[in-house]
C-alpha cells in the first residue's frame, strides 16, 4: 500500500480495551483535518511488544508496514522497520543510559539519515519518573502531556511527536523535511511514534 497523499501530518491514536491496544493512523491535511484510517494496528493485552504490524484493513489482511525488535526483552533492542514486503526501511533504538532522566531515542533510514529523539521538556521527564515510582499513584495514568523531537546533526527536526490531551491517548505527528532535503519516511516515523507510546515503560 502506498501513501495516500503526501503529507507531513498525522494523527495517531490509541485506544484500550480489556483484550486489545489499538492504534489507528490518519493523515492531516494543511487546514487540520483529519482523513480516513490509513493504517491501523491491535495487539492483546500483557502481549510482548516486540513486534507490531500496521495492516490497511479492519480483517488485517493487508499490510501496510511493521516494526520488530532484533532480540527479546533487551532494554537497549534495536527495532527493524519493514516495508509492507518485508523489505527493512528503518530503525530505532532507545538510548538506555540517556533515558534514565529523560527519555531518548536514534532512529536512521537506509538513505543514510539519522536522528536523535528525546523529551522536549526535561521537567516533565523527572515528574513523569517520580510519579511512576509512587504506590497506588504510579498505576494511573499519567496526567502529563509529553513530547518528543528528533533532530538530525545539523539540528534539522525531523520528527516530532505531541500528546494531546483527551479521553484515550492521541498524537499529532509532524514529519518536516529537513534542511538539507531529507524527509522521513512516514512509515518509519510512524513506526517511532507508535513506539514511544507502546515501549516508553520498557
Do not use: C
Amino acid at each position: 500500500m502506498s501513501q495516500p497523499a503526501v503529507t507531513e501530518h498525522y494523527s495517531l491514536r490509541q485506544k484500550i480495551t480489556m483484550m486489545v491496544n489499538r492504534y489507528e493512523i490518519r493523515s492531516v491535511d494543511a487546514t487540520g483535518a483529519e482523513g480516513p484510517v490509513i493504517a491501523v494496528a491491535q495487539q492483546k493485552r500483557m502481549a510482548f511488544k516486540e513486534q507490531v504490524t500496521f495492516y490497511a484493513d479492519e480483517a488485517r489482511t493487508q499490510p501496510v508496514f511493521s516494526f520488530k525488535a532484533r532480540t527479546r526483552m533487551d532494554l537497549g533492542a534495536t527495532y527493524d522497520v519493514f516495508d509492507a514486503s518485508g523489505a527493512p526501511i528503518g530503525w530505532f533504538r532507545k538510548d538506555f543510559g540517556k533515558s534514565l532522566l529523560r527519555s531518548s531515542w536514534h532512529l536512521g533510514t537506509p538513505d543514510g539519515l539519522e536522528a536523535f529523539g528525546t523529551e522536549r521538556n526535561q521537567n516533565i521527564a523527572i515528574l513523569r519518573r517520580v510519579w511512576d515510582f509512587i504506590p497506588v499513584v504510579g498505576d494511573i495514568p499519567l496526567p502529563f502531556l509529553f513530547h518528543f523531537d528528533f533532530t538530525t546533526g545539523d539540528g534539522s527536526v525531523v520528527l516530532s511527536s505531541e500528546r494531546k490531551r483527551s479521553l484515550r491517548d492521541r498524537y499529532d505527528i509532524h514529519m518536516p523535511q529537513a534542511s538539507n532535503g531529507w524527509q522521513l519516511d512516514w512509515r518509519v516515523g510512524l513506526g517511532m511514534a507508535v513506539a514511544l507510546d507502546a515501549l516508553q515503560s520498557r
